[in-house]
């Protein structure tokens, strides 16, 4: 009895560890720790009256990232203060194969979603344009694409594959504390 007692916590033991691997290795370099952050930003839009076929309470749950302006009238609490840090690190990582950072000052006030949002736009407007000038394979333009309906790899800066700009919509933006003190937004993206 004792010996099986003794395998039963090493076997919880090993599996805490692998467990707490696959945790680490799943996050990459933004390891969380306890903090007082928001978790979680989410962008809801009120949709049109067209909007119900698709959303029954005709609420979007995301906003665009090539031309969010277009939507902040109709985005909800849009001027509600929902990120308060002095500096952070914005994480691109989507459709890229190398990822983008950016390192981001406020003023300590604070920003609102909607100031948020046309940030993470300008962001993604800058690695776009900046995989265009770097790239020797360039970007197909939609007309000339045939067949293909997604956007052709490029071989710039960031090896941005599948979407154009105007494909991708943000979900959400996480908030955290890496171990490291310092704060990262991820975010999360449908195309």
């Known amino acids: 009895m004792k010996y099986k007692t003794s395998l039963i916590a ?27 952050l928001p978790s979680k930003i989410e962008f809801k839009v009120k949709g049109s009256k067209s909007d119900t076929n698709v959303f029954k309470d005709r609420i979007i749950p995301w906003i665009s990232i090539a031309d969010p302006g277009k939507q902040t009238d109709s985005l909800i609490d849009a001027d509600e203060i929902v ?11 989507y459709p890229l194969t190398s990822k983008a950072t950016f390192e981001l000052s406020t003023d300590g006030k604070g920003l609102t979603r909607k100031q948020l949002i046309m940030l993470i736009s300008q962001k993604y407007h800058e ?9 020797t394979i360039k970007t197909i333009p939609p007309k000339e694409r045939g067949q293909l309906l997604n ?20 979900d959400w933006v996480e908030i955290t504390e890496g171990t490291d003190g310092k704060i990262y937004l991820t975010l999360e993206i449908e195309s």
């Open 10 to 36: 090493i076997t919880i033991v090993i599996l805490a560890v692998l467990t707490l691997n696959v945790v680490i290795r799943f996050s990459g370099d933004v390891q969380k720790s306890t903090s007082t």
């Open 127 to 135: 690695v776009y344009d900046e995989e265009e000038a770097t790239a």
């Open 83 to 93: 990120a308060q840090f002095s500096k952070a690190t914005l994480i691109i990582d």
């Open 151 to 170: 956007r052709n790899k490029t071989d710039g800066k960031y090896g941005i594959y599948g979407h154009d700009i105007t494909d991708l919509d943000l």
